[in-house]
T-cell receptor, first 110, second 112 residues
Framework: GQQVMQIPQYQHVQEGEDFTTYCNSS?????IQWYKQRPGGHPVFLIQ?????EVKKQKRLTFQFGEAKKNSSLHITATQTTDVGTYFC??????????FGGGTRLMVKP | SQTIHQWPATLVQPVGSPLSLECTVE??????LYWYRQAAGRGLQLLFY??????ISSEVPQNLSASRPQDRQFILSSKKLLLSDSGFYLC???????????FGPGTRLTVL
């Protein structure tokens, strides 16, 4: 089946540094969604991107969808300890089910 | 508004014992329902999904099974647990295949 590859698997940053996680698909996506899972919690939907080249912002979080709709990124500016958790992308291809990437676990040192 | 419940929240079971985890959704009709397993520090492994009562699709062959006896009830079962069944079990629902998935609080299962 279709897969989204997410990198990096883990990332340690100092509080205040920026963080980026990337998702890649070998084929064109219909849309991509991003979720956040806090330690001990369950994944929570953050945002959906549908259009080619789309950029959306949520406070310090910036989400991008590539022009070819094959990749996406989540960038966090000036990380805080509250950003700790695992970030998942989930891709949707036409006629298929939403498929989750492996996740990027973010750890922030205060 | 829609809510999703899972129970129990935590479970410790001996190897070879049976398992039954329950998930219920409120506030929506005919949802798609999903069971995922997450090993410690790892990603989400889709185990089963269902688009309607009695309709179950299995993604990974294993000693687990799922059933959907009612529209908004999804049950994960095993006749004999293995050590490798330990993990965090998450139930989720969506309006359709393409829609956002909403996760329940999860059941943390430890098999000893």
């Amino acid at each position: 089946g279709q897969q989204v590859m997410q990198i990096p698997q883990y990332q340690h940053v100092q509080e205040g540094e920026d963080f980026t996680t990337y998702c890649n698909s070998s084929t064109t996506l219909s849309n991509i969604q991003w979720y956040k899972q806090r330690p001990g919690g369950h994944p929570v939907f953050l945002i959906q991107l549908v259009k080619s080249g789309e950029v959306k912002k949520q406070k310090r979080l910036t989400f991008q969808f590539g022009e070819a709709k094959k990749n996406s990124s989540l960038h966090i500016t000036a990380t805080q300890t509250t950003d700790v958790g695992t970030y998942f992308c989930a891709g949707l291809w036409a006629g298929n089910m939403l498929t989750f990437g492996g996740g990027t676990r973010l750890m922030v040192k205060p | 508004s829609q809510t999703i419940h899972q129970w129990p929240a935590t479970l410790v079971q001996p190897v070879g014992s049976p398992l039954s985890l329950e998930c219920t959704v409120e506030g929506t009709s005919n949802p798609n329902l999903y069971w995922y397993r997450q090993a410690a520090g790892r990603g989400l492994q889709l185990l089963f999904y269902s688009v309607g009562i009695g309709q179950i699709s299995s993604e990974v062959p294993q000693n687990l099974s799922a059933s959907r006896p009612q529209d908004r009830q999804f049950i994960l079962s095993s006749k004999k647990l293995l050590l490798s069944d330990s993990g965090f079990y998450l139930c989720a629902w969506s309006s359709d295949d393409a829609d956002t998935q909403y996760f329940g609080p999860g059941t943390r299962l430890t098999v000893l």
